[in-house]
């Protein structure tokens, strides 16, 4: 992981899928960005590729109108003008193997020539997964995939990786046939946010907080991924994923992983993802019985958010009017190691829900005998970490003191971190560290493939039981509310409580 502020390393951008929504809202702005910090190299170029035939000036105009609205009014011209003088755009079919990336050959010399740019490119496959080993192809079997000469090519593959254990192998069984697992990077958003990259100094950094962080003193731990939205224009991708496929075995789990993880004997990135890989294959696999008791779906119907009426799932663009496809998914996961025996890992995701909002929470056990006996029942809070990844970002410290008076009593309180308050406000997409960490060759924030695969081992029985048994009750929750019932049964069953994570 890089810890110094440093430029990165001359290199070609390629964009493939450059005219689509992750361009627009992520990609140049991350770039912006990370320009803005002077860690882009002077010798940098952006080459869009999409379907639609475009001129360079073209996707320039596009490009920068959407940058303008992003940053704002304070966008910094000179910086405008130097994006503008290094994108290139060159667009047909990806399936033309003969066209398309014979002018990308062409066009990749040019601005290597004309920009002094040493060979080194990376590409972001910013299209759909379908497409990512046929292009990866035939990017290679045009010569543009190969390391030579000390020039290093390097090759993002966005989410979803696969959308099962059987796709998953597959897909790195193809890419692995033509490229080296050091050229590949598997992004997961989750892991461009600083509070999730806050876990490791948390943990790690402190010496407070890890002899206190097992099984010993850790009652449970509650991982949620609350959002309020629902699924917009995406109804086409998400009614054929879900919820457990679209946010589980990716985002959710790296939140596990990080928080579970045992300390690495280094940054580097095998060392941070050998760790991550262990608990990874530590989850105990779900069996058809497990999933019954261990997993619990739910599909949003109409309802309010934010006062305002919203439809059901069922209802929304592209989503069939029948569909049993989930968008609440909520699991109880066992590690079976040492440090985690008989500690559950309650973890949640849905649509539609009140508010958006995800956060780790370590809940520890109760104090071994309570003194205090004027305290009532209600008041006799446990300890909890609370880990806030978004929107606020920050970390709560949830602990008893005594409530000012003659009688000794006991009133919860809270002890907070606010990262906006300490360090003010940074512009970020989440994006920013990942392409930097891309451009300078340091893949400790991108899933290896062995990861993806453990992470599609664990969710693909449930998967296999929710395909096999249809949901006879959906829609089973309000949009607006916190889920179906059935979660807070997941809880109660072990006499536990979902937190409430806002008023
Ligand atoms: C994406 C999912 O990967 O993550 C979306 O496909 C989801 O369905 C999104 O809305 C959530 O990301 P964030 O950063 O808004 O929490």
């Given at each position: 992981?890089?810890?110094?502020n440093?430029?990165?390393?001359?290199?070609?951008?390629?964009?493939?899928?450059?005219?689509?929504?992750?361009?627009?809202?992520?990609?140049?702005?991350?770039?912006?960005?990370l320009?803005?910090?002077?860690f882009?190299?002077?010798?940098?170029?952006?080459?869009?590729?999409?379907?639609?035939?475009?001129?360079?000036?073209?996707?320039?105009?596009?490009?920068?109108?959407e940058?303008?609205e992003?940053?704002?009014?304070?966008i910094?011209?000179?910086?405008?003008?130097?994006?503008?003088?290094?994108?290139?755009?060159?667009?047909?079919?990806?399936?033309?193997?003969?066209?398309?990336?014979?002018?990308?050959?062409?066009?990749?010399?040019?601005?290597?020539?004309?920009?002094?740019?040493?060979?080194?490119?990376?590409?972001?496959?910013?299209?759909?997964?379908?497409?990512?080993?046929?292009?990866?192809?035939?990017?290679?079997?045009?010569?543009?995939?190969?390391?030579t000469?000390?020039?290093?090519?390097?090759?993002?593959?966005?989410?979803?990786?696969?959308?099962?254990?059987?796709?998953?192998?597959?897909?790195?069984?193809?890419?692995?046939k033509i490229?080296?697992?050091?050229?590949?990077?598997?992004?997961?958003?989750?892991?461009?946010?600083?509070?999730?990259?806050?876990?490791?100094?948390?943990?790690?950094?402190?010496?407070?907080?890890?002899?206190?962080?097992?099984?010993?003193?850790?009652?449970?731990?509650?991982i949620?991924?609350?959002?309020?939205?629902?699924?917009e224009?995406?109804?086409?991708?998400?009614?054929?994923?879900?919820?457990?496929?679209?946010?589980?075995?990716?985002?959710?789990?790296?939140?596990?992983?990080?928080?579970?993880?045992?300390?690495?004997?280094?940054?580097?990135?095998d060392?941070?993802?050998?760790?991550?890989?262990?608990?990874?294959?530590?989850?105990?696999?779900?069996t058809?019985?497990?999933?019954?008791?261990?997993?619990?779906r739910?599909?949003?119907?109409?309802?309010?958010?934010d006062?305002?009426?919203?439809?059901?799932y069922?209802?929304?663009?592209?989503?069939?009017?029948?569909s049993?496809?989930?968008?609440?998914?909520?699991?109880?996961?066992?590690?079976?190691?040492?440090?985690?025996?008989?500690?559950?890992?309650?973890?949640?995701?849905?649509?539609?829900?009140?508010?958006?909002?995800?956060?780790?929470?370590?809940?520890?056990?109760?104090?071994?005998?309570?003194?205090?006996?004027?305290?009532?029942?209600?008041?006799?809070?446990?300890?909890?970490?609370?880990?806030?990844?978004?929107?606020?970002?920050?970390?709560?410290?949830?602990?008893?003191?005594?409530?000012?008076?003659?009688?000794?009593?006991?009133?919860?309180?809270d002890m907070?971190?606010?990262?906006?308050d300490?360090?003010?406000?940074?512009?970020?997409?989440?994006?920013?560290?990942?392409?930097?960490?891309?451009?300078?060759?340091?893949?400790?924030l991108?899933?290896?493939?062995?990861?993806?695969?453990?992470?599609?081992?664990?969710?693909?029985?449930?998967?296999?039981?929710?395909k096999?048994?249809p949901?006879?009750?959906?829609?089973?929750?309000?949009?607006?509310?916190?889920?179906?019932?059935?979660?807070?049964?997941?809880?109660?069953?072990?006499?536990?409580?979902?937190?409430?994570?806002?008023?």
């Open positions: 992981m890089s810890e110094t440093k430029t990165a390393e001359p290199c070609v951008m390629v964009i493939f899928g450059a005219t689509g929504d992750l361009t627009k809202r992520k990609l140049f702005p991350a770039l912006y960005n320009a803005k910090e002077n882009l190299p002077e010798n940098f170029a952006i080459i869009g590729v999409g379907r639609q035939e475009l001129e360079t000036k073209d996707f320039w105009s596009k490009i920068s109108a940058l303008i992003f940053i704002g009014k304070n910094d011209k000179n910086l405008l003008k130097w994006f503008e003088e290094r994108t290139f755009y060159t667009g047909g079919d990806f399936d033309d193997d003969k066209k398309l990336f014979k002018d990308l050959k062409a066009l990749l010399a040019d601005v290597c020539q004309n920009l002094e740019i040493p060979e080194n490119f990376f590409y972001y496959l910013a299209t759909p997964p379908q497409l990512f080993a046929n292009v990866t192809e035939k990017i290679c079997k045009n010569g543009l995939g190969k390391q000469d000390g020039n290093w090519r390097r090759f993002i593959y966005e989410k979803p990786f696969g959308r099962d254990l059987e796709s998953a192998k597959t897909l790195n069984a193809q890419l692995l490229l080296d697992e050091n050229q590949i990077y598997r992004i997961d958003h989750y892991l461009g946010k600083e509070t999730v990259q806050n876990i490791l100094v948390f943990r790690f950094g402190n010496s407070i907080f890890e002899p206190i962080w097992n099984r010993n003193y850790v009652d449970h731990v509650q949620t991924v609350a959002e309020q939205l629902g699924v224009t995406r109804g086409g991708y998400y009614d054929t994923a879900g919820a457990l496929r679209d946010m589980i075995p990716n985002h959710i789990f790296q939140l596990v992983t990080l928080t579970a993880m045992e300390p690495p004997v280094s940054f580097e990135p060392a941070v993802r050998n760790e991550q890989s262990k608990i990874l294959h530590a989850i105990q696999p779900f058809p019985e497990d999933v019954l008791q261990k997993a619990v739910g599909q949003y119907g109409e309802g309010e958010i006062k305002k009426k919203v439809p059901a069922r209802s929304e663009p592209n989503v069939a009017p029948d049993n496809t989930e968008t609440y998914a909520a699991l109880k996961l066992s590690i079976d190691n040492w440090r985690w025996a008989n500690v559950p890992f309650y973890v949640r995701t849905g649509k539609h829900l009140p508010a958006k909002h995800t956060e780790i929470v370590i809940q520890f056990k109760k104090a071994p005998f309570m003194l205090f006996r004027n305290t009532q029942i209600e008041r006799l809070t446990t300890n909890r970490i609370v880990i806030h990844i978004q929107p606020d970002e920050g970390i709560t410290l949830h602990f008893g003191a005594k409530i000012p008076g003659p009688i000794v009593d006991m009133g919860a309180v907070d971190f606010n990262y906006l300490h360090f003010g406000e940074t512009a970020s997409t989440g994006y920013e560290r990942l392409l930097f960490d891309c451009m300078i060759g340091d893949a400790t991108f899933q290896r493939a062995d990861m993806v695969e453990a992470s599609w081992r664990i969710v693909s029985p449930i998967l296999d039981v929710w096999a048994i949901a006879r009750d959906f829609p089973n929750y309000e949009s607006g509310t916190w889920g179906p019932k059935e979660a807070d049964l997941l809880l109660e069953q072990d006499n536990r409580k979902w937190k409430q994570t806002v008023d």
